[in-house]
């Protein structure tokens, strides 16, 4: 069951450029959109979300694109540091399951000095 | 910062035992959740919990896990006679509202529970 993807596992950045994290999706119910970054022993930690009638959030560094035709979404992080060396993971939640979260499998983010 | 705190931290149980795992959500929460992520895979919901019932379950949690809220603070989900394949990190999060787009679910640290 791969509602919610990420297909890239990892990605490296130099500190200073832009990380560019994708996400894609299948469920055309889904209408709320999170990214969650999570670090080694620690429970994931919310970082931005995006509801379906958005196409575009933004939080200090952290800017979320979704585009609903494609079902894919983005997380962009500028200027990236290296404490945001992380897994982070897309999730979404469809008007069905109110409650529940789909979790994707993850992109691991190494930012190098 | 109020947080969600979890206990124990890792957990060691022989196949068909049962266990139990701990949870403070934050106070004025008023939704529970359980999550689980084995390793290397992604995190898996397994149950929503609100009013003092589950309001949602996934396929996973079956006749062996129950959750319960026995005081005002705690909130525990029970494996009945665990499994191999039960071996995950568990993770709890609350939530303040319901479908809120200005509010989330937040996670707690997680127990890592090995079967053996």
């Known amino acids: 069951d791969q509602q919610v993807k990420q297909n890239s596992p990892s990605l490296s950045v130099q500190e200073g450029r832009i990380s560019i994290l994708n996400c894609d999706y299948t469920?055309?119910?889904?209408?709320?959109f999170l990214w969650y970054k999570k670090y080694p022993a620690e429970g994931p930690t919310f970082l931005i979300s995006?509801?379906?009638?958005?196409d575009k959030n933004e939080d200090g560094r952290f800017t979320v694109f979704l585009n609903k035709s494609a079902k894919h979404l983005s997380l962009h992080i500028v200027p990236s540091q290296p404490g945001d060396s992380a897994v982070y993971f897309c999730?979404?939640?469809?008007?069905?399951?109110?409650?529940?979260?789909?979790f994707g499998t993850g992109t691991r983010l190494q930012v190098t000095l | 910062e109020p947080e969600v705190t979890q206990t124990p931290s890792h957990q060691v149980t022989q196949m068909g035992q049962e266990v139990i795992l701990r949870c403070v959500p934050i106070?004025?929460?008023?939704?529970f959740y359980w999550y689980r992520q084995i390793l290397g895979q992604k995190v898996e919901f397994l149950v929503s919990f609100y009013n003092n019932e589950i309001s949602e379950k996934s396929e996973i949690f079956d006749d062996q896990f129950s959750v319960e809220r026995p005081d005002g603070s705690n909130f525990t989900l029970k494996i009945r006679s665990t499994k191999l394949e039960d071996s995950a990190m568990y993770f709890c999060?609350?939530?303040?509202?319901?479908?809120?787009?200005?509010?989330?679910?937040?996670f707690g640290p997680g127990t890592r529970l090995l079967v053996l």
């Open positions: 999730a979404a939640s469809d008007t069905g399951t109110a409650s529940k979260l789909t």
């Open positions: 999060a609350s939530s303040p509202l319901h479908r809120d787009p200005r509010e989330t679910q937040y």
């Open positions: 106070s004025n929460h008023l939704y």
């Open positions: 469920n055309s119910m889904f209408d709320y």
């Open positions: 995006i509801s379906s009638i958005k």
